[in-house]
């Protein structure tokens, strides 16, 4: 735990409740008649993936991958993925969940190797948008909000682990 910190309110529950809302009804609107395959990435996404899967209306499985960019609140620019127990996602319609795309590394990685693997379909969900940071060329296909370049904490999002419980999304300042 930092010892010294202020969190700056951002996003409110109420906020959040109402954009997955929104995107739990654009996605099942699109994937109408289909079956989804959604992917959580461990572990930021967690809290996002199981509040969205319970707002879609087709029915839907969920996998879980791990990938890590993140050392305390500046990106190391390489990408641990695990492949341990990977799901096997071809011939499925697939959406990849991640908390917040930052440099979009992560995601570029992430979509590269799902790819390779002969999914039906392949879409990006992420909950956070940093679009002012983008070193890679990826985008996600549904977005939760977009933010300044500000260190955000809380539904899911960590700082060294620390902040992930908190309901609202904040802005951590050290
Ligand atoms: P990217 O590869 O730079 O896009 O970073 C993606 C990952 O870094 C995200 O999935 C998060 O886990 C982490 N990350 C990026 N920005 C933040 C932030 O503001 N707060 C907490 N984690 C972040
Ligand atoms: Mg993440």
């Known amino acids: 735990m930092p010892t010294r910190y202020t969190l700056v309110p951002m996003i409110t529950e109420e906020q959040i409740r109402q954009r997955v809302d929104s995107l739990g009804r654009q996605i099942s609107e699109d994937y109408s008649g289909k079956e989804l395959l ?5 572990k930021g996404a967690v809290t996002f993936a199981a509040d969205l899967a319970r707002r ?3 029915p839907c499985e969920m996998g879980y991958i791990k990938a890590k960019s993140y050392d305390g609140s500046s990106t190391t ?21 991640e908390d917040i795309i930052d440099t979009g590394i992560t995601l570029e990685r992430l979509s590269r190797h799902f790819k390779a693997m002969s999914p039906e379909s392949l879409k990006i969900c992420a909950f956070l948008d940093k679009p002012s940071r983008r070193k ?7 977005v939760g909000c977009e ?6 904490v809380g539904y899911g999002l960590d700082y060294n682990e620390q902040f992930r419980s908190l309901p609202y ?5 050290l």
Not at 77 to 97: H, L, Y
Not at 136 to 142: F, G, K, L, P, W
Not at 169 to 173: D, T
């Open 38 to 42: 959604l992917i959580c990435t461990l």
């Open 147 to 152: 933010i300044d370049d500000f260190f955000a």
């Open 56 to 58: 879609i209306t087709v």
């Open 136 to 142: 890679a060329d990826i985008s996600a296909d549904y």
């Open 77 to 97: 620019g390489s990408v641990d993925i695990s492949f341990e127990d990977f799901p096997d996602i071809r011939g499925r319609n697939v959406i990849i969940v």
């Open 169 to 173: 999304i904040a802005e951590l300042v």
